[in-house]
């Protein structure tokens, strides 16, 4: 198995490039420009030092160890497919553990625990709202299926997961799921159906002097259905896309979300707009920063 590389510039040694040889990477150079292509050959020079030969599209390019910020297997280069915008994929976060701030007031983080493990959590920091009255939430996935294929469907991950939440201190919410991921060339399609257990069927959630009803029944099935693909001949840009249910026999308890990703292996930005059936209709954005 590889490992993702990932240091820098001054510290790659030959033996770490040979681990790619052969291999279609992305490396991104210190300059800030990509290049993608098969790594063909390692080699070192008294001069110059160590470098490689890679097959691009143009043509084959030589890259030497003190032009490199980072390299990976083309496969691993995009670290967000664990996520949508707010709903979890069947790929697990693997080793690309993260910092959030969705909506800049929902500071959030996730961690991966080998190829099987993903564990998320999150609390809003809106100002003027006591602590009993914010919003904290959990999620554990456990991916236990992942197959390759050679055709259009290139991969098919599944997992299983739990999540619990608190809007305000007393209202509980939990849920089991159960997801599944299907990655194409360029498109990644996920489809979710989760089940609420064990919270009340009704909650007064408050926010300062602000008290809301909401209906909610235990047992409730919903789904969610999201789309992330890479828009052709743009390294990093992306268009994602949410569909939530909450609860299949209340129709009108469905959200559409519609943005944009621009990312790199470090960070990466959502910008878009959600509409609720209400109607309601906003803004949202969210800034994810990958330091591992």
């Not at 292509?37 to 160590?50: A, K, L, R």
């Not at 069927?201 to 209906?215: A, P, R, T, V």
């Amino acid at each position: 198995m590889l490992l993702i590389i990932q240091k820098t510039a001054f510290s790659y040694d030959e033996r770490d490039l040979k681990a790619f040889e052969d291999y279609e990477c992305v490396i991104r150079l210190i300059n800030g420009d990509i290049v993608t292509g098969v790594i063909t050959d390692v080699f070192s020079t008294e001069n110059d030092g160590t470098g490689i030969k890679i097959q691009t599209e143009v043509g084959k390019a030589t890259i030497y160890i003190s032009q490199i910020a980072d390299i990976r297997l083309k496969d691993d280069y995009y670290r967000h497919s664990h996520r949508v915008f707010l709903l979890p994929t069947a790929n697990p976060i693997k080793n690309n553990h993260f910092i959030g701030s969705f909506e800049l007031l929902f500071l959030y983080f996730g961690a991966g625990i080998s190829d099987f493990i993903s564990i998320t959590a999150g609390r809003t920091i809106v100002p003027q709202v006591a602590s009993s009255q914010q919003i904290s939430v959990m999620n554990a996935k456990f991916t236990f299926l992942s197959m390759e294929f050679d055709s259009i469907a290139r991969m098919v991950n599944l997992a299983i997961g739990g999540n619990l939440g608190f809007a305000n201190h007393n209202n509980r919410f939990q849920h089991l799921y159960i997801v599944s991921t299907v990655k194409l060339y360029k498109t990644e399609l996920t489809g979710s159906v989760y089940y609420k257990v064990g919270s009340d069927d009704f909650n007064f959630i408050s926010y300062g002097n602000n008290l809301q009803e909401l209906k909610y029944p235990n047992g409730s099935f919903g789904l969610g259905l999201g789309i992330d693909t890479e828009i052709p001949k743009m390294k990093g840009f992306h268009f994602i896309g949410e569909l939530w249910n909450i609860d299949v026999e209340r129709p009108t308890n469905t959200a559409l979300m519609l943005g944009f990703r621009l990312s790199n292996t470090t960070v990466s930005a959502d910008f878009g707009f959600a509409l609720f059936t209400q109607p309601y209709i906003f803004p949202f954005v969210s800034f994810v920063w990958t330091p591992f």
